[in-house]
Nanobody, 115 residues
Framework: QVRFVESGGGSVQPGGSLRLSCVASGSFSIFAMGWYRQAPGKQRESVATITPSGTTNYADSVKGRFTISRDNAKNTMYLQMNSLKPEDTAVYYC??????????WGQGTQVIVSS
């Protein structure tokens, strides 16, 4: 099974930026992919998705601030996060979109936005 490792999280002030990376252990060029997040005490939610051809979709809460992208040659997906808000604080995960309803998650990467 292809596994994914997230990185790039950290602690930033409101209005700051972070770039998250998701590296796959194998080829993922044929997979629709997504970034998901889970805040303490809350349900995991979809942040952004991207098809193999590059078509993207975003949660309303992050539109205009986040950009999902992928480099299939590098088996890597990215989430550029700008204008971060405290409500963006969560653990962020990457996953194949079709597995988003399953309990198949990796370690994630923590994002903390606070002043």
């Amino acid at each position: 099974q292809v596994r994914f490792v997230e990185s790039g999280g950290g602690s930033v002030q409101p209005g700051g930026s972070l770039r998250l990376s998701c590296v796959a252990s194998g080829s993922f060029s044929i997979f629709a992919m997504g970034w998901y997040r889970q805040a303490p005490g809350k349900q995991r939610e979809s942040v952004a998705t991207i098809t193999p051809s590059g078509t993207t979709n975003y949660a309303d809460s992050v539109k205009g601030r986040f950009t999902i992208s992928r480099d299939n040659a590098k088996n890597t997906m990215y989430l550029q996060m700008n204008s971060l808000k405290p409500e963006d604080t969560a653990v962020y995960y990457c996953m194949r979109k079709i597995y988003e309803g399953l309990d198949y998650w990796g370690q994630g990467t923590q994002v903390i936005v606070s002043s």
